[in-house]
């Protein structure tokens, strides 16, 4: 199947566009465009349009997806179809008038290709390439691998199988591994196989665990009993132990209170009393003596301390004298510096003034000083003036600039003419200018009518001695290529049986001959007798006997005759009988003889038939209307004469075609040609009388632009004239305001002199600036003399005056001796006798403070001796005496008494406490029926036991705790359960690595099997043509392609043409792109053997080819073209010359 | 009067080929048998019902830890001290289970002897059961026919483990015909054994409440035990209870539309979506079938676990609270056919050609089984009977482990582009 024409008539970018397709010697076609030009959409297209579209499509970026259409129209040997595909899901194939086609409709042509097929196996672009190239090298020690991959068209086997053996390894492996699935599984397995079979617990095992328990239990009840009688003996063995001895003190303490009945019971603190109240008592009399000499000292220190009253009474005036003293220390000194500053500032205001012209005297000048505001008027004028009259002067320069400017731009203007371009000239330039290549295309127009005529010459007369008119041609009747297929494969039969027959006449002939010459020969070898040859001699010997016996002969006569007759009778019987072998022998081949005469007689029957029906034949197609129009044409020249016909009439047509066009290209160059000049005439351009169209449309280009330049630059010359008027109004309006403020400021000025008093002879504005300067300087002179004068001298004379009226005062009033000493002395002494007085007074206020305390404790000592006395008084009492020295035995029977009592007391509380409830008197008799002198020894034997059984009852505790634990452990837990559960789940992961890991090892091994056949069968031819493709697109540098037997894996490289092995990875990567091509083109070529030819596409191929190879791939791809049809897509315009050198100037080529 | 009947329990009977995976919801299912039965328990307490019977099959037969009867002693005990008696009649896994003998059942549990048949009452309820235990697992006669004739003015009970006419998935044990049931003359016929609920009406009421809990996915859709209620002595009706805690179920997945693993994807996605937006009553062991003519056929081929890991996303983003993926089985075929593949006539049409060889060459077959010996010998024997790959190559049928991966091989390849 070939592609004729591709319509893209709503797809990605295009709307009705057409590349045509044209049937060529090379059907080779060269589709160029750059990037964007819409070269990969039309690669999409091909595929797209002969399998039909996407559900959703990339390309729908223009045209709306449901609106996407491709056309086509496509041909094979059986005839054309035109069609066109939308982008439906159903009826996505249509007729060109939109008429729904059958979803098979393009069966015929695609044969069993699918989508898929078609862009592995015909469709080649440059990733391909390069990822061919490399998996070439990946797999250079593989030559099934790459042999495989090249026929499939998939680059990725070696990528497929390592994957699949990859995956197989992270399943199962031999060797244990943790990273491996299985093992991961069967870890599991093992972990949930021990938890199971520590959870598991058996039903035995819960029986012997229950009675178990039970016995313990049984055993440790009883130990419990037999401990609790053991802890009673041992608890009354105990109570005896220790209430005996209270016993004991109790009887005694009884005893001894006899004795001290008529003692008085004093408090059971007496002797504590007597002896603190007599060392209390002494301890107070003792500070009261201390206390009151304290006080008689104090009185004394009193008495000595005399205080100077009067002074302390001046005491606030002493010290503010003092102050004052302090502050006018420095006061005389500083009264004659400040007298001499004033008199230095006066003298340089009197210099000041002589410059102004002024008296020298300080009352004048003061009085001739002007007011501030009019010095500061006076500066703000002087300041204001340098901009006033700056601006004056600017404006009007800038007034003057712009009218110079203004009258520049009108000059300019009036030399620029102000004409128009006509609109016939430009339509008739529009026109032309479509045409100025006309000379050109007319030429290669031209060129193709001349190659168009050469070629329909070339085709009729390969019509031979068929040749006819074009009409004829067109208008002849031939028969359809089924009819021509019937006829010759009906011709062929009966030349076939024919032939066949005559074979089977000439085998039938020699099959006779030989037999003939066997029965000859076999007569000849043997001397057979036949039966007839014994009935003869057997009928002369009777004869001779009979002649005898009838007595024709005599004995005599006929003995002789018959004993011949009987002797050759007899040795032909013999001979007969010796023979009888060759004789069977004979006889068949003369039956086989027979049978392949009639044999031969029915070949010949058969051969003549077969003879006649092919007569018939020939005769019946001779008579055809179609073989007696072309004079008897034999049938088997037909197709051959047909092909030619049509190749004729795609001639006639496309001379047709170029004549057509090369005349209308002429007609429509010379219609604009004239509409141009008669435009360009009535402008008033000057035109040769010999120009071209080309001419033409310079001279009309060259003077629309003179024309628009000069419109341009009038219209920029106006609208800066307009700009400069606007300009110069503004300009001047400021002129005149500047005008106007200057004048101002000059009255201003005149007023404020005179004002200023600054003398009539300062002419000059640095004048003025000079005097106001002197002016200032003065004014700030005199303001410093009064600032002195009142701030300074005058103060420091009040503070002299006060501190001498202050002293004379105080003099006056505390010590006249001091009258007409001098005020810093009068000062010093008072404030020393005034220190002297204060301190006195101090210490006779801390003396006074102390007496007072020393009387407050002189009472509380008295009353001290008396609390002491008092509190030992009530024993006194008690005891019935009054003397302290006679209370002390008496307090001592007291407390003896109280001792014997409490005794007592302790010990029944003892006895309670120890009785464990028991009352004194059972104790008593407990103790009693006890023997207290072995009580050590059973107590002893008591505590034994009782150590042995807290043991046993530990030890059966242990024992029961374990058993519960046992018993507790099968308490209806699912441990078991869950590692049951686990154990499924590591089954089932395993099951699942398992499964999987047959799978892909399984697929690995096949691959690997089915390549080692492929290349054991595939090998040769494919090779054998790849070497030679290889050869030619390397320019002859490798000259086949070899496999080295002697390695294994089998390797495949090239050889040079000095000899030279190179292996593939020694190769660059432009050459084995190179391989790669030479291996697909070869895989190509040995398909298309076999099946359905389809258009390859191929894109952008070359790109790591340089020129020479390059143009060796084109013509690679111009002898593939010869087998099927070759597109070749490509960004590279510099390819067309390379393609048209290699393929001839006729190769289609399509510019996008 | 109501009852619940239940059968075919199998307490810690584990869930068969679920492959754990990172938060597959392990925790909740390892002991699935085990809550479906408290649940059970659960709801006869709370619906106070008269009376429980369970119909056989309460363990599985080889299972040997004592705990699990510990733990259903239990539960009995709750039952109890709730005032509830339960009649336990034993099937053939309870027959073949040292536990059924040694075990110490709470007195409100009665048993139905193995030696004949025996009958309970309930005198205030007027209810008669009736009950024979298996003695040993192969019990092949019919039970029925020494079963005793009803009582009068009683609802009479019939328990029985059986077949029922040869139930073809199970083993069939005890026959006997729903005819046969029916003419007995009893009101209700509690049976157990098959795993599937199923019900007759007639002259008495049959049924087989099914299992407690889908252990495999052959067990598919809801499982669990029935409540009887029988109104004005005789009327009875059947209300089914589900307590499984997790569901069985296959999920095919048509993919024909598919061009590659991403499609495929996107597809089971959304199928369970729709799935569990429709089931998520309890969670669910899912295998996902996908099937159909694709042209994503020869990818999965090559992106198996891949597609698995695919699958397990999607879930994990559903909630793998839902969902344990049991299985991702790939059963798509190739677009093309064998002819049309042989039509295209190159590589792939050769290699296709030699893969049909590579069924009868002896050689490669005897290098495959060479290849998977050291493998099959390592395996365990349990893992054998659930995989059939291994069988086969046990059996040294290599051969048709080379006709099954031959297709997906083959579009892999083709599609390797």
Redesign the interface.
């Given at each position: 199947m070939r592609l004729h024409r591709l319509e893209l008539i709503r797809y990605g970018k295009f709307t009705d566009a057409v590349i045509e397709l044209p049937r060529a010697e090379k059907d080779c076609h060269f589709i160029v465009g750059p990037n964007e030009a819409g070269k990969s959409t039309s690669r999409a297209a091909i595929a797209e349009l002969l399998f039909g579209m996407p559900r959703s499509s990339s390309l729908g970026f223009l045209h709306p997806q449901s609106e996407l259409r491709l056309g086509a129209v496509i041909e094979n040997s059986a005839g054309e179809l035109a069609f066109h595909r939308t982008k439906n899901i159903k009826n996505s194939l249509r007729t060109p008038s939109d008429s729904p086609l059958s979803d098979d409709a393009l069966a015929p042509f695609l044969g069993r290709v699918d989508k898929s097929f078609f862009e592995q196996m015909f469709s080649l672009d440059h990733t391909q390439l390069i990822r061919g190239g490399q998996d070439i090298l990946d797999a250079s020690k593989d030559v099934g691998q790459i042999l495989f991959q090249s026929a499939a068209g998939i680059a990725s086997l070696g990528r497929v199988r390592d994957a699949l053996a990859e995956e197989a390894d992270t399943l199962w492996g031999p060797r244990k591994s943790a990273d491996r699935a299985y093992y991961i599984g069967a870890q599991r397995l093992d972990e949930a196989n021990t938890e199971l079979k520590d959870a598991i617990v058996r039903t035995k095992a819960w029986s012997e665990a229950h009675n178990i328990l039970h016995n313990v239990e049984e055993r440790f009840h009883a130990a419990q009993d037999s401990h609790r009688l053991l802890e009673i003996k041992r608890s009354q063995l105990e109570r005896v132990r220790r209430t005996a001895p209270y016993l004991a003190t109790l009887r005694e303490k009884e005893a001894a209170l006899g004795e001290f009945e008529d003692v008085i019971m004093l408090p059971p603190d007496a002797g504590a009393q007597l002896s603190n109240g007599q060392a209390e008592l002494a301890a107070a009399e003792q500070l009261l003596q201390a206390r009151r000499a304290d006080v008689e000292r104090l009185q004394n220190e009193l008495n000595q301390i005399v205080v100077d009253e009067i002074i302390l009474t001046f005491k606030k005036e002493i010290e503010s004298l003092e102050a004052m003293c302090h502050r006018c220390r420095d006061h005389r000194q500083d009264l004659l510096l400040r007298g001499a500053e004033i008199s230095s500032l006066l003298d340089e205001v009197k210099t000041a003034s002589v410059q102004l012209g002024w008296p020298d005297n300080e009352e004048s000048i003061r009085s001739l000083l002007p007011s501030s505001l009019v010095l500061r008027t006076v500066s703000n004028l002087i300041k204001e003036r340098g901009a006033l009259k700056q601006a004056t002067v600017s404006d009007e320069k800038a007034v003057q600039r712009k009218q110079e400017e203004i009258s520049l731009f009108e000059s300019r203007l009036a030399a620029i003419p102000a004409i128009a371009v006509s609109p016939a000239i430009r339509t008739a330039l529009a026109v032309a200018q479509t045409m100025r290549n006309t000379s050109t295309k007319q030429r290669t127009l031209a060129e193709a009518e001349y190659l168009a005529k050469h070629e329909l010459d070339s085709a009729m007369q390969a019509l031979g001695t068929w040749q006819h008119s074009a009409e004829k041609l067109k208008a002849m009747i031939v028969p359809s290529d089924e009819r021509l297929a019937d006829l010759k494969a009906e011709r062929q039969r009966l030349v076939s049986a024919h032939r066949l027959a005559e074979q089977q006449f000439d085998e039938a002939q020699r099959r006779l001959s030989i037999t003939t010459l066997e029965t000859e020969q076999y007569s000849q070898i043997h001397r057979i007798v036949t039966s007839s040859e014994v009935t003869d001699a057997r009928l002369s010997r009777d004869a001779a006997w009979t002649a005898v016996k009838i007595g024709e002969k005599s004995l005599e006569a006929g003995a002789s005759e018959i004993d011949v007759a009987m002797q050759f009778a007899d040795e032909l019987v013999d001979a007969q009988l010796g023979c009888v072998t060759e004789s069977t022998e004979l006889q068949s081949l003369q039956h086989r003889l027979e049978r392949e005469k009639a044999d031969v007689e029915h070949q010949r029957e058969m051969l003549s038939n077969k003879n006649k029906e092919l007569s018939q034949f020939e005769k019946n197609w001779m008579t055809t209307e179609f073989a007696v129009e072309l004079n008897g044409m034999l049938l088997d020249d037909v197709s051959a004469w047909l092909d030619r016909r049509e190749v004729a009439l795609a001639a006639v047509n496309s001379l047709d075609l170029k004549k057509r066009e090369l005349l209308r290209e002429m007609q429509t160059a010379n219609e604009a040609s004239e509409q141009l000049r008669s435009a360009l005439t009535d402008a008033g351009v000057s035109i040769p009388d010999e120009a071209i169209l080309d001419v033409l449309c310079s001279i009309a280009e060259s003077h629309i632009r003179g024309v628009e330049a000069n419109a341009t630059q009038r219209e920029s010359i106006l609208q800066q004239i307009e700009q400069g008027k606007i300009d110069l109004a503004v300009l001047r309006s400021s002129a005149k305001e500047s005008t106007d403020a200057y004048q101002q400021w000059q009255n201003e000025w005149k007023a404020v002199l005179s004002q200023a008093k600054l003398g009539e002879k300062i002419e000059t504005i640095a004048g003025v600036e000079a005097a106001v300067e002197l002016v200032s300087e003065i004014e700030t002179k005199l303001v410093k003399v009064n600032e002195i004068r009142r701030d300074r001298i005058n103060a420091m004379q009040v503070d002299l005056e006060r501190l001498s009226t202050e002293a004379q005062h105080l003099v006056k009033a505390i010590d006249i001796a001091l009258i007409g000493k001098e005020e810093h002395f009068v000062s010093g002494e008072l404030s020393r006798r005034l220190a002297a007085a204060l301190r006195a007074k101090q210490d006779a206020e801390h003396v006074h403070k102390e007496l007072k305390a020393a009387h407050a404790n002189l009472k509380e000592a008295t009353v001290q001796v008396d609390s002491v006395a008092a509190r030992i008084r009530p024993l006194l009492q008690m005891a019935g005496i009054a003397d302290l020295v006679a209370l002390l035995p008496l307090v001592e029977r007291s407390d003896e008494k109280r001792g014997l009592l409490s005794a007592i007391e302790t010990a029944k509380l003892n006895l309670s406490r120890e009785g464990d409830g028991l009352t004194v008197a059972e104790i008593f008799s407990e103790v009693e029926a006890t023997d207290v002198t072995n009580l050590q020894v059973t107590l002893a034997e008591v505590n034994a036991l009782l150590s042995n059984s807290v043991k046993k009852q530990a030890e059966l505790a242990t024992e029961r705790a374990v058993a519960e634990k046992t018993l507790a452990e099968i308490s209806g837990r699912a441990n078991a359960a869950i590692a049951e559960a686990k154990r499924q789940e590591a089954l089932a992961s395993m099951a699942e690595a398992s499964e999987r890991y047959i799978k892909v090892a399984t697929a690995t091994k096949l691959l690997r099997w089915a390549i080692d056949r492929y290349r054991d069968r595939k090998q040769g031819p494919m090779l054998s043509r790849a070497g030679t493709i290889f050869s030619r697109l390397t320019l002859g540098r490798f000259t086949k392609l070899i496999v080295d037997y002697d390695k294994e894996p089998l390797t495949l490289a090239a050889l040079r043409t000095n000899g030279q092995v190179v292996e593939i990875s020694g190769m660059s990567e432009g050459t084995r792109d190179q391989l790669y091509l030479a291996l697909r083109l070869a895989a190509m070529e040995l398909h298309l053997e076999q099946a359905t030819a389809l258009p390859f596409i191929a894109d952008d191929l070359f790109v790591n080819f340089d020129d020479e190879r390059a143009k060796a791939g084109i013509g690679e791809l111009g002898e593939m073209s010869k087998q099927t049809q070759v597109i070749f897509f490509s960004h590279h315009s510099h390819m067309i010359p390379m393609v048209q050198e290699v393929l001839g100037s006729s190769v289609n080529i399509v510019q996008l | 009067m109501r009852f619940i009947h239940t059968a075919d329990i199998h307490l810690?009977s584990?869930?068969?080929?679920?492959?754990?995976y990172p938060d597959a919801p392990?925790e909740l299912?390892?002991?699935a048998?085990?809550d479906a039965f408290s649940s059970l328990i659960d709801i006869a307490i709370e619906e106070r019902v008269d009376f429980v019977i369970i119909a056989g099959d309460l363990y599985d037969g080889t299972?040997?830890?004592?705990?699990?009867?510990?733990?259903?002693?239990?539960e009995m005990g709750r039952l109890k001290r709730a005032d509830i008696p339960t009649f336990l009649l034993y099937g053939n896994h309870d027959a073949e289970s040292?536990?059924t003998?040694?075990?110490q059942l709470p007195d409100n549990v009665h048993c139905f002897s193995a030696r004949e048949a025996q009958t309970f009452t309930l005198d205030d309820l007027k209810v008669a059961l009736h009950g024979r235990s298996f003695k040993e697992k192969e019990t092949t006669e019919n039970l029925v026919t020494t079963y005793p004739r009803p009582i009068e003015g009683f609802f009479n009970i019939g328990v029985l483990h059986t077949a029922l006419e040869g139930n073809s998935m199970h083993a069939s044990y005890a026959p006997c015909s729903v005819a046969e049931l029916h003419s007995k003359g009893y009101h209700y016929w509690a049976l157990g054994h098959v795993h599937d609920y199923s019900i007759w009406r007639g002259d008495s009421t049959i049924v087989f409440p099914g299992n407690l809990q889908g252990r495999n996915i052959r067990e598919t859709g809801r499982r669990g035990a029935v409540l009887v209620s029988v109104e004005d002595g005789f009327s009875v009706t059947i209300t089914r209870l589900y307590v499984d805690v997790l569901q069985w179920h296959v999920l095919n997945v048509d993919v024909s539309d598919c061009a590659g693993l991403l499609d495929v994807v996107r597809k089971i996605g959304n199928a369970l979506n729709i799935f569990v937006t429709e089931n998520n009553r309890v969670p669910c062991a899912i295998r996902v079938v996908i099937m159909g003519r694709s042209?994503a056929h020869g990818e999965l081929?090559?992106l198996?676990?891949q597609l698995r890991m695919e699958v397990l996303s999607y879930v994990a983003a559903i909630g793998n609270e839902h969902l344990w993926v049991e299985?991702v089985k790939i059963e798509t075929e190739p677009l093309?056919d064998n002819a049309?593949i042989e039509?295209?006539?190159?590589?792939?049409a050769?290699?296709h050609h030699?893969?049909m060889?590579?069924e009868t060459?002896d050689a490669?077959l005897k290098?495959?089984q060479g290849?998977?010996a050291?493998?099959v010998a390592k395996?365990?024997l349990?893992?054998i009977s659930?995989?059939p790959?291994?069988q086969a190559?046990r059996a040294g049928d290599l051969t048709s482990?080379?006709q099954?991966?031959?297709p997906?091989?083959l579009s892999?390849?083709?599609?390797?582009?």
């Open positions: - | 810690d584990p869930l068969h080929g679920l492959t754990a392990v299912l390892r002991s048998t085990r299972w040997r830890d004592h705990n699990t009867g510990i733990f259903f002693c239990k040292e536990m003998k040694k075990l042209m081929f090559g198996e676990s299985k093309i049309q039509s295209r006539m190159d590589a792939i050769d290699m030699l893969l060889e590579a060459d490669l290098d495959l290849l998977f050291p493998f395996v365990p349990e893992l659930s995989v790959f291994l190559i482990i080379v099954h991966v031959r997906g091989l892999h390849l083709s599609k390797a582009e």
